[in-house]
């Protein structure tokens, strides 16, 4: 960079946003510093980082350290002042560059092309010299054929003694495709301010047969306001086989506006539900921290009925449907299994993997049936006598599903931003302004033809394309001879 | 044949490719050079149907749980692309199709003599270390339809930086006379930094192998900070021998009919090609985030690791189209970018936490 005696403040301030020097150091701050937001676990409290922050500096330095860290911003570093700073600079880098180099661009895309003299069409990365024996009409009609089959816009000129020439151009619009990939960084850029601004991210731990109509922001913890109500009706793990590992974490959903059920939704992690602008996903779930007594939902198939549902609390007696018995979980255990050497049966763990009731049965006060545990997993364990079959499904209302809500009117710029990214990058790197200069010139009862082409991107390939044109030419022009 | 029998005829089959295009070099017989070729394309025909047996395996195993999908939302389902085994088969599988691709299109053999035996030792590495090779049901934050399109976009930009990697490390070896020059220095610490990735994650996998937890997540192991001293040692240990040994390359490499311009040209084009392919893979990855916990960004090791990645790329790119850098101060930009890359890919899961735990060790 050059700084010249008369320039102007402006002159020299726009000049500094609009240089390429500035763009790789900004690029190369960027990648330096988010490296530290990885290492440092963000937003995690104090007591993880200080241990990180002990393996590096020791123990009696870490608190120091920490401060030092905290002051500059490196705990919650992505959002810090200097790091928004290094964004800003970055998009205005960014924004200045593009409307410095637009207008020459812009020049170069929309100029139509202009015939060459000899001595510069000699001059082009790419020449071919040859001759066909056909007349230079031909040839130029020819000419014109192959260019446009191959998609090259074309005009002709006539010059002196005879000679014309045919020119086209492909692709020039595909100069302008590095400045859409800046621009659609913009855009996202966008988005996300719109999103910070005007959105909200929040979490939501629901209860099985709960509502809620506000949740709570991540971070400040904020009630936010919904202006409608979101009920979990059911939340229930899958597991694969009978093993321990989840195949699906499932809610189902009710929104009420003023007391009216307005949608319901089975809702899974990759599924959420949105409803006015507002999208709930499943992210956790978890026991109720205070215990309270749910409802045991059992299938009963008897003599005297088909598959009825039935909602039991404990300890408290219900008929089994077409029968005259009288059943009583005794008790349950969220995760029952045997163990291998005792056989004795024990609970694994306190998260729902193997739910398991134990039941007691009664006809007339007197015990009947087997009294024992059924569990969910294994429905055959519900076969009782009598062709009785009780299935355990649910123990309802022992779990909350833990939803992530989040409301963002500026993620539709985003997806603009990465969509038309995608696209420019395609045309910046595999596109290119591609142009031909064909000069036919009559030499007896032969047609001497130069020609010259250039791309401004990927000359290698489109070599070989010219290449394939010119055997085109020769090959129509004697061909339509004979 | 079991998909692990083709696994190891893969693994031979690139063993002897390369003994094959070292032969080509040295003796520069276009036979040797057809039968490296062919032993190479019979390679990746066998580790083609080693993933295709065991995509099928895990299709059935799939319909055993889940009889009632539709076959293509179980094909996309049960592909293999789930841990870390079948995440470096694959990344392996994506570096060979280029490289046949760049053997192709350039019509020339060098480059094979160098990235056939990181392929076979590779997947020996692989097939020898602790790693869990259990065809594994599906996480329910992987169900997803973005699973596919988001890790086969990834893997092929990684294995074209792979290319870009190898191509720019020749480079400056042959623009290297002498050891203490920075740029032997400086390679010898990046080819020693890949070289670690891989011994340390073996290592990790098969001394501290993951654990499942209750909940049926499989949980990293977590080895003592001793292992890491030792590892650190390794590191440094590694850096002096290949600065020792390094510039001993370079007489193989008189064999070879590269000019450093070309050698140029391929690490430019193969990050052409590299460069939008990360791009994608980081909105495809955004995308997917979004739709499965509400936010396309979180700043997670692994994203921002990608970004980072994608900034020094992004540097690469603007420094030599817009400044004309070239030769050396480029082929160290490229060398930075796969480092990148690899701690995106292993380094994040080895050392860093983050929501991407089902890839890695």
């Not at chain 1, 749910?294 to 300890?315: C, D, H, I, L, S």
Request: glycine share 8%; net charge positive.
């Amino acid at each position: 960079m050059t700084t010249q005696k008369n320039q102007s403040l402006p002159d020299r301030i726009w000049k500094f946003f609009a240089s390429v020097t500035l763009a790789i150091i900004l690029i190369a701050a960027l990648a330096l510093t988010s490296i530290v937001g990885t290492i440092i676990e963000q937003n995690a409290g104090y007591e993880k980082n200080i241990k990180v922050l002990s393996t590096f500096v020791g123990e009696s330095l870490a608190p120091a350290a920490y401060k030092l860290f905290d002051a500059l911003g490196f705990m919650n570093m992505y959002h810090s002042w200097w790091f928004l700073t290094l964004l800003s600079l970055f998009a205005l880098n960014l924004t200045i560059c593009s409307i410095d180099r637009l207008p020459r661009i812009w020049k170069l895309v929309t100029d139509p092309m202009i015939p060459l003299k000899e001595n510069v069409l000699r001059n082009l990365g790419i020449r071919k010299e040859f001759a066909v024996s056909a007349p230079a009409e031909q040839v130029q009609e020819v000419t014109q054929k192959v260019l446009k089959s191959h998609g090259f816009t074309s005009g002709t000129s006539q010059e002196d003694e005879g000679a014309s020439q045919v020119y086209g151009q492909k692709g020039s619009y595909s100069r302008l495709g590095v400045y859409v990939v800046h621009a659609s960084i913009l855009i996202i850029f966008v988005g996300a301010i719109i999103g910070g601004m005007f959105g909200f991210k929040g979490g939501l731990n629901l209860p099985e047969g709960e509502s809620s109509e506000v949740v709570y922001q991540y971070g400040s913890g904020n009630q936010i306001p919904l202006g409608f109500a979101v009920k979990c009706n059911w939340y229930e793990t899958e597991f694969y086989g009978g093993s321990d590992q989840p195949k699906l974490f499932k809610s189902e959903l009710s929104v009420f506006e003023n007391g009216q059920e307005v949608l319901r939704k089975w809702i899974r992690v990759n599924d959420p539900l949105v409803y006015k602008g507002v999208t709930f996903y499943q992210s956790s779930y978890g026991p109720i921290s205070s215990p309270r007594e749910g409802f045991f939902v059992f299938t009963a198939t008897t003599p005297g009925a088909t598959g009825e549902t039935v909602w039991a609390r404990k300890n408290q007696p219900f008929q089994i449907p077409g029968t005259d018995i009288q059943a009583t979980v005794v008790d349950f255990s969220p995760a029952l299994t045997t163990n291998r050497q005792s056989g004795q049966l024990f609970t694994y763990t306190s998260s729902m993997n193997n739910p398991a009731v134990k039941m007691q049965f009664t006809r007339n006060g007197e015990p009947v049936l087997k009294p024992g545990w059924i569990w969910k997993r294994y429905p055959q364990t519900g076969k009782l006598a009598e062709g009785i079959t009780l299935e355990f499904n649910h123990y309802w209302g022992a779990q909350f599903t833990g939803l992530q809500v989040r409301k963002d009117p500026g993620v539709w710029l985003v997806y603009l931003g990465c969509t038309l990214m995608s696209i420019a990058l395609f045309v910046a790197f595999f596109m290119s302004h591609k142009k031909v200069w064909v000069r036919v010139v009559p030499d007896r009862k032969q047609t001497k033809i130069l020609l010259g082409a250039s791309a401004h991107k990927n000359r290698h390939s489109f070599e070989k394309a010219v290449d394939k044109m010119v055997s085109e030419m020769i090959g129509k022009s004697e061909g339509g001879n004979q | 044949m079991s998909s692990s029998d083709l696994f190891n005829l893969s693994t031979f089959a690139y063993i002897a490719a390369m003994i094959a295009y070292l032969s080509y070099l040295v003796f520069r017989k276009n036979g040797i050079g057809l039968v490296a070729t062919g032993i190479t394309i019979l390679g990746f025909l066998a580790q083609t149907a080693a993933i295709v047996v065991r995509w099928q395996e895990s299709y059935i195993q799939w319909m055993r749980f889940s009889p009632d999908t539709s076959f293509l939302l179980a094909v996309s389902r049960s592909a293999p692309l789930r841990n870390l085994y079948e995440s470096l088969v694959f990344f392996i599988w994506s570096m060979i199709i280029i490289y046949l691709i760049i053997e192709f299109v350039y019509k020339n053999r060098s480059l094979g003599a160098f990235v056939t035996p990181i392929a076979g030792l590779a997947l020996a590495f692989i097939e020898m270390s602790g790693m869990s090779k259990d065809i594994s049901p599906l996480v329910p934050a992987l169900q997803s339809n973005w699973l596919i399109a988001h890790v086969l976009i990834s893997f092929f930009g990684y294995g074209a930086f792979a290319v870009s990697y190898a191509t720019a490390n020749m480079h400056l070896i042959l623009e290297t006379d002498d050891k203490k020059s920075p740029s032997h220095i400086f390679w010898a610490f990046t080819f020693a930094a890949f070289l670690w990735c891989l011994l340390i994650m073996m290592a990790k996998m098969s001394m501290y192998p993951p654990v499942i937890s209750p909940d049926g997540r499989e949980v990293p192991g977590t080895p003592p900070a001793s292992f890491w001293f030792a590892g650190a040692a390794v590191y440094f240990v590694l850096v002096g021998l290949v600065y020792r040994f390094g510039l001993s390359l370079k007489k193989v490499f008189r064999f070879f009919a590269l000019s450093t311009d070309v050698l140029d040209d391929i690490t430019y084009k193969a990050i052409a090609v590299g460069f939008p392919l990360l791009s994608l893979g980081i909105i495809t990855g955004a995308i997917w985030a979004d739709s499965a916990w509400g936010t396309y960004w979180s700043w997670d090791p692994k994203e921002t690791w990608s970004l980072i990645t994608w900034f020094v790329y992004a540097l690469y790119l603007h420094s030599r189209l817009m400044r004309g850098w070239k030769g050396r101060k480029t082929a160290v930009l490229s060398l930075i970018g796969f480092i990148s890359v690899i701690f995106t890919y292993l380094g994040v899961n080895l050392l860093l936490s983050g929501l991407h735990s089902y890839g890695g060790g």
